[in-house]
């Protein structure tokens, strides 16, 4: 598959807890801090090659602040930009002022989640102290916290997945891989890729009377095992953990949910090597009898799962 956006770049956190999120980022959930810089903390994993993938800001709200994706080159960045304008989507325009890269174009999807697209980039930067022993790898496997090795995906709500799946389609020029179809024709959810993974990003209807929020942004590990041990290293901390381990039939993760002590849910996945190869891949479709099953294996979902999201309503 071709594409003009080559990957999820990296995601915005908003919290009002500020030293406790990082923290918890930091020392539990276990990702690298390479920038504090005023209200921000730019973090990554250690396997992340960007200078970061989680900007976490100082806020007096939580919820996702931007979500960014990086271009292929500076001519595939320009041939989006071009899309996004004839769209017809409200247009924030072009940023400057980010450590981790250099200029962003700023849009805005119809339920209030900001997007950018960037192509030039500044890659993590280990000192001698992190130099890993391979040097294929972006940065020492450091065995912190939980310590998952990427950002894997972000998961959206809004009032409607049809909407924002034409959003998807002619910004992102992103494709559906699964999809939910309700037994009243509506879209219960999508499941989004630009490139070779299954997705990048989730969009679920928004079942909580909020507008604009977050479900959930996630890190993958290496293995389930690994997700096992971090449960333990949540019940140790005193972190909330919401649902899970259990996997979902959707996209066939392994998953762990937890809620960041500013109430943002984040969650840790393994996906094993679950690839789109197919050119002509066909979206899998789940009727609303099929997804109430529940996962497919673990205990039921808990009904915080379809209506808690951030910022609160």
């Known amino acids: 598959m071709t594409s003009d956006i080559a990957h999820l770049g990296h995601v915005e956190l908003l919290t009002d807890r500020f030293e406790?999120?990082?923290?918890f980022f930091t020392r539990v959930y276990g990702l690298k801090l390479s920038l504090l810089?005023?209200?921000?903390?730019?973090?990554r994993a250690w396997d992340d090659y960007e200078f970061h993938t989680l900007k976490l800001t100082q806020s007096d709200r939580t919820g996702v602040a931007h979500i960014a994706y990086r271009a292929h080159s500076p001519q595939a960045l320009e041939r989006r930009v071009a899309a996004i304008t004839a769209a017809g989507y409200r247009i924030h325009g072009w940023v400057d002022d980010d450590p981790g890269h250099g200029p962003a174009f700023r849009f805005e999807d119809p339920f209030g989640h900001l997007f950018e697209i960037y192509h030039d980039t500044r890659r993590a930067e280990p000192d001698a102290a992190d130099r890993p022993a391979l040097k294929n790898m972006a940065s020492k496997f450091?065995?912190?916290?939980?310590?998952p090795r990427r950002l894997d995906h972000l998961n959206l709500l809004a009032e409607d997945v049809e909407a924002f799946r034409r959003f998807m389609?002619?910004?992102l020029g992103a494709r559906v891989t699964e999809m939910i179809r309700l037994?009243?024709?509506r879209l219960g959810g999508c499941w989004f890729t630009i490139n070779n993974k299954t997705y990048d990003l989730a969009c679920t209807e928004e079942h909580g009377g909020g507008h604009?929020?977050?479900h959930h942004v996630t890190y993958a590990t290496d293995q389930r095992e690994d997700i096992l041990r971090a449960a333990d290293i949540f019940l140790e901390n005193g972190v909330?953990?919401?649902t899970g381990p259990h996997k979902h039939a959707i996209q066939?993760?392994?998953f762990l949910y937890v809620w960041e002590p500013a109430g943002n849910r984040v969650e840790l996945a393994n996906a094993g090597a679950r690839l789109i190869l197919a050119p002509d891949h066909q979206p899998v479709v789940w009727t609303e009898t099929e997804r109430r099953k529940g996962q497919a294996w673990g205990l039921k979902t808990i009904d915080t799962f379809h209506t808690h999201g951030t910022p609160p309503r």
């Open 142 to 147: 450091h065995a912190q916290g939980a310590c």
């Open 183 to 185: 037994d009243n024709g």
């Open 252 to 254: 066939g993760t392994f």
């Open 169 to 171: 389609e002619t910004c």
């Open 240 to 242: 909330h953990i919401e």
């Open 20 to 23: 406790e999120s990082l923290d």
């Open 37 to 43: 810089d005023g209200d921000s903390a730019y973090l």
């Open 212 to 214: 604009g929020r977050l």
